[in-house]
């Protein structure tokens, strides 16, 4: 089943965000399963939405990123993200 996540990155800056995206990037197969991504900056930080296949694709995907992040001097929130089941999901111009 896919699911929604909603994560918010107080502290985060942009520039923290691509340094990150470039070294997931070298990283075979770390977004498998994720369908949809979105960063977005506020005022306090960044609110990524992510829209994955199933929420065991996430978890894996977060096993690889959080050592990168850590790394990278990404702050430690504590708070996980909201995740919640996808009723149904489709793309604009897309097959199916």
């Excluded at 942009?14 to 369908?35: K, M, S």
């Excluded at 990524?48 to 065991?56: G, H, N, R």
Aim: contains cysteine; hydrophobic residues 40%; proline residues 8%.
């Amino acid at each position: 089943m896919a699911i929604f996540v909603h994560a918010v990155a107080p502290g985060v800056t942009t520039d923290q965000y691509d340094a990150l995206n470039a070294r997931l990037q070298e990283i075979p197969g770390v977004f498998d399963g994720c369908l949809s991504h979105a960063c977005v900056p506020t005022d306090g930080g960044l609110e990524v939405f992510d829209l994955w296949e199933t929420e065991q694709q996430m978890n894996a995907f977060v096993e690889k990123m959080m050592p990168v992040a850590t790394e990278l001097g990404w702050p430690d929130t504590g708070n996980g993200p909201r995740i919640l089941p996808v009723h149904h999901h489709w793309v604009p111009g897309a097959d199916g």
